[in-house]
């Protein structure tokens, strides 16, 4: 069992940035894929960024590609995700989420957390 809690979220400006972080209640997240997925109002979730659980292949949505960084300190139980030239698109609520295997499909991960509101004004 694995429980996740995000914070980090916010409100800011285009342009601005923000780091989300995710703490595992157990060591054991060393041995998970860890991602983040975002649910905008009256949209589905969806996959932002994703890494293995030894910290090499990451993958993201093209959407944020060069600008979001998904990084993690398996020692303090940690992933984040830093986020740069935020824009109001992004605005939703930022979940992190694991699971053993590496995927990027929603319906494959096991454990979530609360979720975090990231809001961007224009």
């Known amino acids: 069992q694995v429980q996740l809690e995000e914070s980090g979220g916010g409100l800011v400006r285009a342009g601005d940035s923000l780091r989300l972080t995710c703490v595992a209640s157990?060591?054991?997240?060393?041995?998970?894929?860890a991602a983040w997925f975002r649910q905008a109002p009256g949209k589905e979730r969806e996959f932002v960024a994703a890494?293995?659980?030894?910290?090499?292949?990451?993958d993201y949505t093209d959407s944020v590609k060069g600008r979001f960084t998904i990084s993690r300190d398996n020692t303090r139980r940690r992933i984040y995700l830093q986020m740069n030239n935020l824009q109001p698109e992004d605005t939703a609520v930022y979940y992190c989420a694991a699971q053993t295997g590496w995927t990027t499909m929603r319906g494959a991960y096991g454990y979530w957390g609360q979720g975090t509101q990231v809001t961007v004004s224009s």
């Open positions: 890494m293995r659980s030894s910290g090499g292949n990451t």
């Open positions: 157990t060591r054991t997240i060393s041995s998970y894929t």
